[in-house]
């Protein structure tokens, strides 16, 4: 039987897809997924990342969530 595929999740990243983040953060559910599986879709108004400091950031198309928000670097972390 063949070992599930895995797929690499980012570490923190400026940019995502030509878009600057407002600052440096890990990406996060929808955008991560979009990296980590190369996947060709439509991008939503609003992108996750997790941020490294203890506040929520909501700007330039951006949320930006505390460390403790943080998903597990796995499909089902990033998908609930």
């Given at each position: 039987?063949?070992?599930?595929?895995?797929?690499?999740?980012?570490?923190?990243?400026?940019?995502?897809?030509?878009?600057?983040?407002?600052?440096?953060?890990?990406?996060a559910?929808?955008?991560?997924?979009?990296?980590?599986?190369?996947l060709?879709?439509?991008?939503?108004?609003?992108?996750?990342?997790?941020g490294?400091?203890?506040?929520?950031t909501k700007?330039?198309?951006?949320?930006?969530?505390?460390?403790r928000?943080?998903?597990?670097?796995?499909l089902?972390?990033?998908?609930?």
């Open positions: 039987m063949a070992a599930p595929q895995e797929h690499q999740f980012s570490g923190p990243v400026n940019v995502f897809q030509e878009l600057r983040l407002p600052e440096t953060a890990t990406l559910g929808y955008s991560a997924l979009i990296r980590a599986y190369g060709a879709v439509p991008l939503p108004r609003t992108l996750s990342a997790t490294e400091h203890h506040r929520i700007r330039a198309g951006w949320r930006i969530v505390t460390p928000h943080a998903p597990h670097s796995t089902e972390g990033h998908s609930l």
